[in-house]
């Protein structure tokens, strides 16, 4: 899990307030029932200003909401159209679907929690949630850089070595996947039992100020930062180049010996498709490098302690965007498909038309009148019990 605690985001030091200053705190004499030494009136009070959004973060939760819905649905529909298109069922479109399995699961389940946690800084579901939410998450972002980077392998075999391509099947890319999530859900493991919820007042006091994080030292958590950095991220990243680069240059020397082909001819035709799909591929890696980069940095930055020297009030807009950054990623690899792949836009067209389609059926004219009108036995005892619940319903309302 991309790590971006309290810890990260101190906002309680805009309110300085000197021991025993104000009326009903804790005089100095008293015993300190918190770590501000406030009582338990003061406590509350600062609490609840402290937790109520501002207004970056209530445009954080606006942009938190446009990639809720554009993740879930474009990840479906990538879901669905590979599905249902036996042409758009290819070794690369089954990588492409393992993506968008691991970002639409991370959409649906981690990201309704992480918006209230980044505006609150506050876990209301509980350490097992906290334990599964956060292993999720390491998942999702494990399986998303092996699956770019077997990807990769995959177009760098497909197009630079043919004939030793067409040994691979559907049946291997499986296994591979299977691999990919094996190995994701080991290395998620170990962060998930470190994680323990940790208090900033007593629990007895309020539930506000909970954090769900690591219980090991600040130096293990560096080390584990830097190991998940360099394995999941820096060595993909630059093996995904290479293999990149070798796609590049046998692709450019494919388009000089189709030089003297004509425009219509088979091999000028599949040099152009290969070209596409290397382009769409090598924007996703660009984006997923620049969307996952900034939170990283932030983290290696953090356990360094190389924040403390920055001014406190740009840290918070700087931690919340790193974090959205990575949600961002989920939710805009469906839009690049549409843009750049023909097939992926023409199902996602077709997808769009049977589902209006269907609902004009639903909303005609004809289909009301013949609710309305009995034409049918089964519609109308179904509108007879749907009126029958409404009347009820209002009934119960009005009492």
Known sequence: MVNLTQGDLQKLDEYPIEVGSEEGESSPNTSCQNIYCWSDEKALEEIHAYVFPNHYEWILIILYLVVFVVGLTGNFLVIFAVWRNKHLQTITNMFLVNLAVADFMVILIVLPPTVVVDVSETWFLGLYMCKAVSFLQDVSIYVSVQTLAATSVERWSAICHPLTFQEKTPRRAMVIIVCIWLVSMCAAAPNMVSLTLHWEFRPELTDWLVSCSPGWTSANELRYQIVKMIVFYVIPVCFMG????RIAICLWESTKQAGVLTESSTMASQIRTRQRTAKMLIVVVILFVLCYFPVYLFNTLRYVNVLEKLPKEIIPPIALAAHWLCHLNSAINPIIYCFMS?????SFRACCECCLSKWNSQNEPGF?????????????????????YRAKRISSTAI
């Open 242 to 245: 290479v293999t990149y680069t």
């Open 342 to 346: 023909g097939k992926f836009r023409k």
């Open 368 to 388: 009301s009148t013949r609710m309305a009108d009995g034409y049918s036995k089964a519609t109308s005892v179904t509108s007879t019990k749907f009126t029958s």
